[in-house]
């Protein structure tokens, strides 16, 4: 049956906005390669609307806001999206490709970021500092302002969720620019917003092409604080646009993520988590577990049994539920058997592959799982992101090793290490480069709770749990001379 495409507007001022040069994004289905929305075609004049918005936001009703009502709005939006979850989560798998169990968890995820954040507006305070007799010294955070959030098209709805939830859980107003493969849920969920109550222009939508809405925002000179995750090439340009302006900014760029299996590691345990964690959202994931590093002495039996499981995993269309999706588009596709080739003309050893299902349609962008054996340390596929269903598997004789190969890479965002001996946990721990570190299990960014972020070209700064409220704050401090 042939539908005619919705067509989506930017959220400005808690309306929908079209956009200015009236033009629109064809929005693909990548499980079947059909088009089925469209999508507003952001220019700089719908961001200097949006922030003309937002700013007028945060210097009137919502800046007004206590942090206490700030919290209570934030919650009912979490109930709402809970509430909505189902329709959130269709939406997200149509969008992105991702199967349905993953859209309806990142749902699930962005109601339990906007209530963690919600629970923390009216418990983050400054201090009282000691200072010269009679003084008394405090310190308040004020939020930025106006703070941009550039968000990518793997997890929209997760990463939204942990950006804006901090930022408007401390007073910031917001400008979102979601990627022009993933907006939909996004669009949906600021609806929900303004149900729960969210005062007009706390938070804006503009949606478009990185290089025209993303470049417009990142260069705007209303914007007080940017947030950005994606591709360390793009992250350098925003840095770049918002320095000519001294806006501090947050980089969460991706990873190579070593899981380290030790012999005495408990496998039973590793085994299907060191498999999902490269193959969860079809390896488009920035702390995806993409390489894993195994104690020579067990390196054939585990990569056996690592290669059994590799062989049984499923591609196919995001509500056939499978283990895996489609990737997000074509082009991804391409880049990631770009790395494929490279492996193999490299003489990598291809180990094991999974399948596409005969029901999976062939305008999809499919790509089956694959398990690589001895890769060369130095080689392409052990040093940068492939973002696809691809695990790199290198042997290491002793913990020196391990370490040497795990922080032998331009990154350095999550590790996991799988090991029963205790000290071997807490060195490790310590050694390994990395924003996040897992024992004996590992989390593809772990809890809302959980700080997350880089080191090295990783990034830099912290999102998630409370730490993230420090990011979308300033310091101020008041001395008050009293005698
Ligand atoms: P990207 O980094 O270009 O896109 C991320 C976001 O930045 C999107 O919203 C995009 O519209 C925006 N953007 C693009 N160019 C911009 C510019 N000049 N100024 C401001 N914003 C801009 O990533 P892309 O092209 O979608 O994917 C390429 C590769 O990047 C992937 O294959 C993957 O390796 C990596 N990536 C990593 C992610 C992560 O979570 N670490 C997320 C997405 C991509
Ligand atoms: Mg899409």
């Given amino acids: 049956m042939l539908q005619t495409p919705t067509r989506h507007l930017h959220f400005i001022d808690n ?6 040069n009236g033009e629109s994004i064809p929005v693909v289905d990548p499980s079947d390669g059909t088009v089925f929305a469209q999508i507003a075609r952001g220019s700089a004049h719908d961001i200097e609307r949006a922030v003309g918005a937002a700013r007028r936001a945060f210097d009137g009703a919502w800046g007004r806001q206590t942090a206490l009502e700030r919290g209570r709005v934030l919650q009912r939006w979490s109930d709402l999206i809970e509430a909505q979850r189902e329709e959130l989560a269709v939406l997200e798998a149509r969008d992105t490709g991702k199967p349905i169990t993953q859209a309806r968890a990142d749902a699930t995820a962005l109601a339990r970021y906007l209530e963690f954040y919600g629970g923390a507006a009216d418990k983050f305070h400054g201090e009282t500092l000691p200072y010269q007799s009679g003084y008394t010294v405090l310190t308040i955070r004020e939020p930025h302002g106006v703070t941009g959030h550039i968000i990518p098209w793997n997890y929209p709805m997760q990463i939204f969720g942990r950006s804006v939830g901090a930022a408007l859980a401390v007073g910031n107003a917001c400008v979102v620019k979601p990627a022009e493969d993933a907006c939909l849920s996004l669009l949906r969920a600021a609806e929900l917003a303004v149900e729960a109550g969210l005062p007009a222009g706390a938070l804006n939508i503009v949606t478009g092409f990185g290089p025209e809405a993303g470049a417009a925002l990142s260069a705007h000179p209303g914007i007080d604080h940017i947030s950005f995750t994606g591709s360390p090439l793009t992250g350098k340009l925003v840095a770049q646009a918002a320095a000519v302006h001294h806006c501090p900014v947050t980089l969460e760029l991706g990873g190579k993520s070593p899981q380290i299996v030790f012999a005495d590691a408990d496998l039973d345990a590793a085994l299907p988590v060191l498999t999902n964690a490269i193959i969860q959202n079809c390896g488009q994931t920035c702390s995806a577990g993409s390489r894993v590093l195994i104690e020579r002495s067990l390196y054939g039996a585990l990569l056996e049994r690592l290669a059994e499981r590799f062989g049984a995993l499923r591609a196919g269309p995001a509500m ?17 058997r770009d790395f494929l080739a490279k492996a193999e003309s490299g003489g990598i050893r291809t180990v094991a592959q999974g399948s596409i299902v005969g029901e999976a349609p062939s305008q999809g962008f499919y790509l089956p799982a694959t398990l690589l054996a001895d890769v060369p340390t130095d080689h392409l596929v052990a040093q940068e992101e492939v973002f696809g269903p691809v695990l790199a598997a290198i042997p290491f004789d002793d913990e020196d ?3 040497r190969i795990a922080n032998g890479t331009p990154y350095g965002l999550v590790a996991g290490i799988w090991t029963r001996d205790g000290g071997r946990q807490l060195r490790m721990a310590r050694r390994v480069r990395a924003g996040q570190v897992f024992v004996n299990n590992y989390g593809a960014g772990g809890g809302v709770e959980l700080p997350f972020g880089g080191f090295k070209h990783s990034g830099y700064g912290r999102e998630k749990g409370f730490e993230a409220l420090y990011g979308f704050t300033a310091l101020k401090t008041i001395a008050i001379r009293h005698g």
């Fill in 15 to 20: 309306e929908p906005t079209a956009a200015e």
């Fill in 320 to 336: 056939a539920d499978l283990e895996l999706g489609p990737l997000i588009s074509d082009k991804q596709r391409t880049r990631v």
């Fill in 401 to 403: 090793e391990a370490v």
